[in-house]
């Protein structure tokens, strides 16, 4: 059994999908996917305790040894993923029964749920998985689960938003087919660790430098790097809120995951950093998405929206950590991974919850919150100053390691542009914090969200200042990951 | 208990305060018994503390590891348990105020009040005790946040407005200017500990540590050095208790604090003197003393007026710490003690002039004196202080001062003082005496003095205002620990 | 590679700029999917032409055969193809939604509607 954990996180929700869909009513396809997520996690987390034990752990599929089988290669990296992706989901799937039961209405529930379970296995396979055409299945499965999630969603802005995210999302997954494809036509294998060993020899050759170029773009908009996030806004915006709290959480941070394995495993930093211009594309990207997507998320009048176009200058984070290129730039990248996983889960559940009781997400809907809905007020509260990077919360931690990071590297302007998107963050949290305390309740009648809705969220929100405080796990994980990472090739 | 212990429980004691008062808030005698019960026994635990501190007791707690290096701990100094015991101790004066305003006010939230003022003090222990930088920022931070409720008690479009200001300044300049100077003492010196004659010598590049000093200087938005002065005036659109404890104590000496820990346990006097330009910094505290009493001198409002009168007093000390003298040192620990005597009263009777007579503006004094005699004569002790009039504590820590200018022939330094007495005298003096010696022209309705628990609060500062004048023996020995025994 | 040269590569380069034009240029969403399908079926034709050893045979097990082609290639696109329906099957669900709440799958005459999209 513990053998075969690599393979159960992605094998139980994949065997328990098709189980869901068949069901009939809500309360079943719900309950079954909460054990399965909760399972899944359990797996996940041993999986991390064995990497820490014993170091990287491979797994050959039905026993076949790579290069002709695929394998699962689980390190420091994918394990914190790992956990990350099927912790969120186990908070989000209790937290799903109320909220879907009125966003989407029961007898689409079968569905939803099993749609639900399969973008988990999509995002933890492609995190598991150690063949780089293993993770364009899982993209698919992932992004395809995505659409129709999305088109749930009740405002029938929904259907278009899952329609151009279709479209981008597809062009984004065949850019990563065609890069892959001219690896494999250079070194005659699709197994990361191989890819890695053979890729030095050649190169230097034109075919290697278009196949990189070609899955930085694809993953670049998985990953809504500012300019290619048009697709996020609408999509975050308009799905159920359950789905907004994982794909706001994890969906982007798989991508990130992905990017962070081809520029330093497969590539190796020297390439990518080297013999490629890839700090020098990535750092104004991220530099322009951090300070506009931040800016433009001040105007939104959906509260909602306005996290969405937060997290496009997150991402502008993350990545400005992987451009640094160096160890403490890369363990800053990862913790914010998981750091904001976390915080945005927790805010757009939050949102869910005020979803639920006043039917919008509107900063009118907001006003007064702290005397209606006060859990749900201070849960927005605590989750927004994680966002700013408050200490003792998580986002303290991560936004120290980036600057810590810039300081090493001497790039001050670079410190002054993440301190420029703290500031930004202060408004736009600061704007809705004000509404909830000083505004006067719509309707002062309404009452808080129900518990089945606030145990999740607080969950998220105590860990969101346990992480912030006992910073042993997160950090040190991180600083072996990026260790591992930065030493290029995969560790046998 | 040994001193570990109470180091602990003063921390914990204002928290577990302010849940206790968040769940009696439908009982007010219940809550405010707590209130009274909790700054006594947290003034208790400070005294402790102090007491382990004289014993020579080690005194050190690390609760965990942050990053790594850097954990949350807590410890004792000097300079510290002065903040705290004034802190605390003047915690136990404002309660009692606070009970006679906010109902003699029938002010909304009270539950609220309290609570967020609990937390404060919370805040402000932790800034005290804090035994490196990243504690203090944590603590620092609390402290912001814990007042904006405060600020913004009345909940109006102008409180809004002031707690924007407010919250503004202090967060942005704590973020962008305070953060990454600690982050860079971090990285260049791999601790951030406060180590008696600092952390950065021989890590920084003479250039780069007069930017650090910068950064830490406008980093400490609560110091209130201009131009990051704004949020202080703009803070007192809260209730008088608010702008007594915190905005003339608890939250801008947290500021001076932390630039006097700057200064003495991350850069070390010595290394900091060798600093090119360091000077830079004295002379713009130089300019703020003078530039905040010539704006305090056109201000008609009267907690306007004393909240410029703040941000001169805090540059004072800021300029003294920043003169690097020994003296000097000594002279801005012991003005952090002598100006929260005399702005306390001062507030004091400025909301016990709001309680009995509704009236908030200088020019509306005339003749109040006889209505109010207890009030105005604390207020004329509290004014004297700000002056350095002896009998009162601000001649001593100005006799220090101007000893510290001396010792390094600072005329600088000499003349800022000279002019900001004057400028001092120019705007209290007046006001002191219209109240005494005018009839009484406005009449907003008939008073007499406030409820006898403000009197009372204020009568206890101003006589501790006089009495720091007479027995500053204990302080001055604890303070000159800081520079290493008597120059 | 003698026997197509590089003609199969223009070819694959057309047909690929040929879908991504449709994508952006058209504004009706069908059009739009035809055009996505025609940019990933390039992309197949691609991996196809990268299996193919000249003067190899189909990979066939024979034995008299020596230099088989590449399987792997063929497999993988299958795959690829697999999810190239699937993306295509949900498009077009999506379209008749639209059509359904919308009254239209024009993009331009969504945008008005909805000043999404």
């Given at each position: 059994m513990l053998m075969h954990l690599p393979v159960l996180v992605v094998l139980a929700p994949l065997l328990a999908a098709p189980i869901v869909a068949l069901m009939r009513g809500a309360t079943w396809p719900w309950l079954?996917?909460?054990?399965?997520?909760?399972?899944?996690?359990?797996?996940?987390?041993?999986?991390?305790?064995?990497?820490?034990?014993?170091?990287?752990?491979?797994?050959?599929?039905?026993?076949?040894?790579?290069?002709?089988?695929?394998?699962?290669?689980?390190?420091?990296?994918?394990?914190?993923?790992?956990?990350?992706?099927?912790?969120?989901?186990?908070?989000?799937?209790?937290?799903?029964?109320?909220?879907?039961?009125?966003?989407?209405?029961?007898?689409?529930?079968?569905?939803?749920?099993?749609?639900?379970?399969?973008?988990?296995?999509?995002?933890?396979?492609?995190?598991?998985?150690?063949?780089?055409?293993?993770?364009?299945?899982?993209?698919?499965?992932?992004?395809?689960?995505?659409?129709?999630?999305?088109?749930?969603?009740?405002?029938?802005?929904?259907?278009?938003?899952?329609?151009?995210?279709?479209?981008?999302?597809?062009?984004?997954?065949?850019?990563?087919?065609?890069?892959?494809?001219?690896?494999?036509?250079?070194?005659?294998?699709?197994?990361?660790?191989?890819?890695?060993?053979?890729?030095?020899?050649?190169?230097?050759?034109?075919?290697?430098?278009?196949?990189?170029?070609?899955?930085?773009?694809?993953?670049?908009?998985?990953?809504?790097?500012?300019?290619?996030?048009?697709?996020?806004?609408?999509?975050?915006?308009?799905?159920?809120?359950?789905?907004?709290?994982?794909?706001?959480?994890?969906?982007?941070?798989?991508?990130?995951?992905?990017?962070?394995?081809?520029?330093?495993?497969?590539?190796?930093?020297?390439?990518?950093?080297?013999?490629?211009?890839?700090?020098?594309?990535?750092?104004?990207?991220?530099?322009?998405?951090?300070?506009?997507?931040?800016?433009?998320?001040?105007?939104?009048?959906?509260?909602?929206?306005?996290?969405?176009?937060?997290?496009?200058?997150?991402?502008?984070?993350?990545?400005?950590?992987?451009?640094?290129?160096?160890?403490?730039?890369?363990?800053?990248?990862?913790?914010?991974?998981?750091?904001?996983?976390?915080?945005?889960?927790?805010?757009?559940?939050?949102?869910?919850?005020?979803?639920?009781?006043?039917?919008?997400?509107?900063?009118?809907?907001?006003?007064?919150?702290?005397?209606?809905?006060?859990?749900?007020?201070?849960?927005?509260?605590?989750?927004?100053?994680?966002?700013?990077?408050?200490?003792?919360?998580?986002?303290?931690?991560?936004?120290?390691?980036?600057?810590?990071?810039?300081?090493?590297?001497?790039?001050?302007?670079?410190?002054?542009?993440?301190?420029?998107?703290?500031?930004?963050?202060?408004?736009?949290?600061?704007?809705?914090?004000?509404?909830?305390?000083?505004?006067?309740?719509r309707d002062p009648t309404r009452r808080e969200a129900p518990a089945s809705l606030l145990i999740p969220v607080w969950i998220l929100i105590f860990a969101n200042i346990y992480f912030g405080i006992d910073t042993r796990l997160t950090v040190d994980i991180a600083e072996a990951a990026a260790a591992q990472l930065m030493a290029g090739g995969v560790v046998r | 208990m040994t001193a570990n212990t109470a180091l602990i429980l003063t921390l914990l004691t204002p928290l577990l305060g302010a849940v206790l008062i968040g769940l009696t808030g439908r009982w007010p005698n219940l809550r405010e018994t707590i209130t009274m019960v909790t700054a006594l026994s947290l003034f208790a635990l400070v005294i402790r503390v102090l007491i382990g501190l004289n014993a020579g007791e080690d005194i050190g707690v690390e609760l965990f590891e942050v990053m790594s290096g850097v954990g949350i701990a807590f410890n004792t100094e000097p300079l510290s348990i002065l903040f705290a015991m004034i802190a605390s101790g003047l915690w136990v004066v404002t309660s009692v105020y606070a009970f006679g305003y906010m109902r003699g006010t029938n002010e909304i939230n009270q539950t609220r009040f309290y609570v967020c003022f609990a937390l404060a003090l919370f805040g402000a222990m932790g800034v005290a005790f804090s035994a490196n930088l990243l504690t203090l920022f944590i603590f620092y931070e609390v402290l912001t946040i814990s007042t904006y409720p405060l600020v913004t008690h009345k909940g109006d479009a102008k409180a809004k407005a002031g707690g924007r200001t407010y919250l503004g300044i202090l967060m942005t300049t704590s973020i962008v200017f305070l953060l990454p100077a600690i982050i860079w003492v971090y990285a260049v010196a791999g601790t951030l500990d406060f180590v008696p004659g600092g952390i950065l010598e021989g890590n920084l590049a003479a250039g780069s540590a007069t930017i650090l000093l910068l950064l830490f200087l406008f980093g400490v938005a609560k110091a209130a050095v201009m131009p990051v002065h704004k949020w202080l005036p703009a803070a007192m659109v809260a209730p008088t208790p608010v702008s007594a404890l915190l905005h003339a104590v608890a939250v801008v000496k947290a500021g001076v604090f932390t630039l006097t820990k700057v200064v003495i346990y991350i850069f070390g006097t010595d290394y900091l003197a060798s600093v090119p330009y360091e000077s830079i910094a004295v002379y713009m505290a130089g300019f703020t003393v003078i530039a905040a009493s010539c704006i305090a001198l056109r201000q008609t409002n009267i907690k306007r007026l004393l909240a410029y009168s703040t941000i001169g007093q805090l540059s004072y000390i800021v300029m003294a710490t920043m003169?690097?003298?020994?003296?000097?040192?000594?002279?801005?620990?012991?003005?952090?003690?002598?100006?929260?005597?005399?702005?306390?009263?001062?507030?004091?009777?400025?909301?016990?002039?709001?309680?009995?007579?509704?009236?908030?503006?200088?020019?509306?004094?005339?003749?109040?004196?006889?209505?109010?005699?207890?009030?105005?004569?604390?207020?004329?002790?509290?004014?004297?202080?700000?002056?350095?009039?002896?009998?009162?504590?601000g001649f001593v820590s100005k006799w220090f001062i101007i000893a510290g200018a001396f010792q390094l022939d600072n005329y600088f330094v000499l003349v800022v003082l000279i002019l900001s007495t004057a400028l001092n005298a120019a705007y209290f003096l007046p006001i002191i005496f219209n109240a005494f010696f005018k009839p009484e022209d406005v009449k907003l309705k008939d008073h007499g003095e406030a409820p006898p628990s403000m009197v009372i609060a204020l009568c206890v500062t101003a006589s501790l205002t006089l009495l720091f004048f007479f027995f500053n023996g204990p302080v001055l020995d604890l303070e000159t620990q800081l520079v290493g025994g008597m120059p | 590679m003698s026997g197509l040269g590089i003609w199969n590569y223009l070819i694959i380069i057309f047909l690929m700029m040929t879908g991504l034009y449709m994508v952006i240029s058209s504004s009706n969403l069908v059009k739009k999917l035809i055009g996505l399908n025609v940019f990933q079926t390039s992309v197949f034709f691609m991996y196809i032409s990268f299996g193919y050893i000249s003067g190899g045979a189909g990979p066939v097990f024979n034995e008299n055969v020596e230099l088989y082609s590449n399987p792997l290639t063929h497999v993988l696109i299958l795959t690829a193809i697999v999810v190239g329906v699937a993306t295509t099957a949900v498009g077009l669900a999506l379209s008749i939604r639209i059509k359904e709440s919308f009254g239209t799958i024009e993009e331009d005459d969504l945008h008005k509607m909805d000043s999404s999209l």
């Open positions: 079954l996917s909460t054990l399965v997520s909760w399972f899944a996690l359990l797996c996940a987390v041993l999986l991390l305790i064995q990497v820490q034990a014993e170091g990287v752990i491979i797994y050959t599929m039905g026993g076949w040894e790579a290069p002709w089988g695929i394998e699962y290669r689980i390190d420091f990296a994918n394990a914190l993923l790992l956990v990350l992706i099927t912790g969120l989901a186990s908070v989000v799937m209790p937290y799903a029964r109320l909220s879907v039961e009125q966003e989407v209405g029961a007898e689409r529930s079968p569905m939803f749920y099993a749609a639900l379970l399969l973008l988990s296995l999509g995002l933890c396979g492609m995190t598991a998985t150690g063949d780089a055409f293993n993770v364009f299945v899982f993209l698919e499965i992932s992004s395809l689960a995505t659409y129709t999630l999305i088109a749930m969603g009740r405002d029938r802005r929904a259907l278009t938003a899952s329609f151009s995210y279709l479209v981008m999302g597809t062009i984004g997954g065949t850019f990563y087919l065609i890069g892959i494809g001219l690896l494999y036509v250079m070194t005659g294998t699709l197994n990361m660790a191989d890819l890695a060993e053979r890729l030095p020899a050649i190169s230097d050759s034109s075919t290697v430098r278009t196949g990189f170029a070609f899955i930085v773009t694809g993953i670049c908009l998985k990953l809504a790097l500012f300019p290619l996030h048009l697709w996020l806004p609408n999509a975050y915006t308009y799905s159920p809120s359950a789905v907004t709290a994982l794909l706001g959480a994890t969906a982007t941070k798989v991508a990130v995951y992905i990017l962070i394995r081809f520029v330093f495993t497969i590539f190796g930093p020297e390439y990518s950093f080297g013999a490629e211009p890839l700090a020098e594309v990535l750092i104004p990207l991220a530099v322009i998405g951090l300070l506009s997507a931040s800016t433009v998320s001040i105007g939104q009048p959906n509260i909602k929206r306005m996290l969405a176009y937060s997290s496009v200058a997150q991402i502008g984070y993350i990545v400005l950590g992987i451009a640094m290129g160096t160890a403490m730039g890369l363990t800053a990248a990862l913790l914010h991974v998981f750091n904001h996983g976390l915080m945005k889960g927790a805010l757009f559940m939050t949102l869910g919850a005020v979803m639920y009781r006043m039917g919008g997400t509107n900063l009118s809907d907001m006003q007064g919150l702290a005397k209606t809905m006060p859990l749900t007020f201070w849960a927005f509260v605590i989750g927004g100053l994680s966002l700013i990077g408050v200490p003792l919360t998580v986002g303290f931690v991560s936004k120290w390691h980036l600057i810590l990071a810039a300081i090493e590297l001497g790039w001050w302007p670079v410190v002054i542009v993440i301190l420029a998107g703290s500031m930004l963050a202060v408004v736009y949290v600061g704007r809705v914090v004000e509404a909830g305390f000083f505004g006067e309740a | 003169a690097l003298a020994p003296f000097s040192e000594i002279g801005a620990a012991i003005h952090i003690a002598a100006h929260a005597f005399g702005k306390i009263t001062l507030f004091f009777t400025a909301g016990a002039i709001y309680v009995a007579s509704k009236k908030t503006e200088v020019t509306q004094l005339n003749g109040i004196g006889w209505r109010m005699p207890y009030t105005m004569a604390a207020f004329a002790i509290g004014a004297l202080s700000m002056i350095g009039v002896p009998p009162t504590a | -």
